[in-house]
């Protein structure tokens, strides 16, 4: 069984093969799985109610993503039909589930198969945590729905035989609200949203001394912190400091740009010109400043990978520690204390050198898709084991 690939069907509620999907990470797990596995992508379609999935595509953006889930969830049981056939096409060890526990749910294996799922949240724990409550879901008018899905969230992670899940606090609030046990579930951390940096094309040495340069990567300017970030850039320069703040991956409101602050938009890494733009940007930052609410951060990842340390906000499962790779700072905390705490680091230089060193550290040794496929490859191997053993 060691020698062999393992054959694995993979399942999620979008194509994985896509990059957009779930800010690239369903492709950067895919593409981690293939390693150890000889992988089949099960359909993303609702099989019978394939129909119904093609009308809901025609919503809004802002209503899609929560019908879609929610209507898959009370269609379960016809839509699991459609997969129980696929599955029964092949002969799998594994089935891996990305990001939508609802593509679990009501569904009944052909045959014995270990069953896997990662994803960095649930919808409940986002919902009932800090972070969905500044995205406005705590207050919504489908929280007459939150009993049922939790209900089915349980259901779904009880039954499943290897969770994995990228940060301490979905873990934790994962064991907690549904039960699991530690033979379920694990912590395994999830890798940076681009390929690993070559150690020759990183400095540990970037000094201060003529500018501090601030990076905020991200698609939505609003949910990065964006206005936040804008803020300390200010902040500085009225203390006398010379700053500067790059945004990659969104557009800055006319309200929010300053003679100091370049907007880069959206850049396709595939494209030459645009690649040398998104690397000069990580060359030359000093801080990843991204103070959002998120459940995660692809951004992070990337930062420690360009030994960068982040500094962010300490909510939700933000791969961010403090004098590690970073500084994760207290909820409520304004654009004074990230001013403070640049300050603090640009006036000791060899404080600010180690992070820099622990920041791609941290990042070589955790932060990576290799070591996410080395644990989770032998978590699965020694699962298959277990179940084979007792058939």
Request: net charge neutral.
């Amino acid at each position: 069984m060691e020698d062999r690939p393992l054959r694995i069907a993979y399942l999620s509620d979008l194509d994985p093969r896509l990059s957009w999907t779930y800010s690239g990470g369903n492709k950067r797990i895919l593409e981690s799985v293939k390693k150890f596995g000889d992988v089949t992508v099960l359909s993303s379609e609702w099989h019978a109610m394939e129909p119904v999935r093609r009308l809901l595509e025609k919503l809004p953006e802002s209503l899609l993503l929560r019908s879609r889930f929610r209507t898959h969830m009370l269609l379960s049981r016809i839509i699991s039909n459609g997969v129980r056939r696929e599955l029964a096409r092949g002969q799998y060890d594994v089935l891996f589930a990305s990001y939508s526990f609802h593509s679990l749910l009501n569904l009944t294996p052909p045959y014995p198969i270990t069953t896997v799922f990662t994803s960095d949240a649930t919808q409940t724990i986002y919902k009932q945590s800090v972070v969905g409550r500044a995205h406005g879901s705590f207050f919504s008018p489908a929280r007459l729905l939150d009993s049922w899905i939790e209900a089915n969230e349980r259901k779904v992670l009880r039954n499943t035989d290897l969770l994995l899940w990228p940060s301490e606090w979905m873990k934790r609030g994962a064991d907690e609200r549904y039960g699991l046990s530690e033979e379920q579930s694990h912590l395994v951390p999830w890798g940076a949203n681009i390929a690993m940096p070559p150690k020759d094309s990183i400095s540990i040495e970037n000094p201060m001394d003529e500018e501090v340069n601030l990076l905020l990567v991200g698609r939505d300017w609003e949910l990065k912190g964006g206005p936040t970030a804008v803020a300390v850039l200010d902040a500085l320069k009225a203390r006398g400091i010379r700053a500067r703040l790059t945004v990659i991956g969104c557009r800055v409101p006319d309200a929010d740009r300053r003679p100091e602050l370049t907007d880069h938009g959206y850049l396709d890494k595939n494209v030459p010109e645009q690649r040398r733009i998104f690397d000069e940007a990580f060359r030359t930052a000093h801080f990843a400043l991204i103070p959002s609410f998120e459940s995660y951060g692809f951004a992070f990842c990337e930062a420690s990978a360009h030994a960068i340390p982040s500094l962010c906000l300490n909510v939700g499962g933000v791969p961010v520690f403090n004098g590690v790779n970073g500084f994760a700072l207290p909820v409520g905390s304004g654009p004074e204390d990230f001013v403070a705490r640049i300050a603090s680091l640009r006036d000791d230089a060899a404080q600010y050198s180690s992070l820099r060193a622990s920041s791609r550290q941290f990042y070589m040794e955790t932060l990576n898709w290799g070591a996410w496929r080395k644990k989770v490859e032998s978590l699965i191997r020694e699962k298959v084991s277990q179940r084979e053993a007792r058939a």
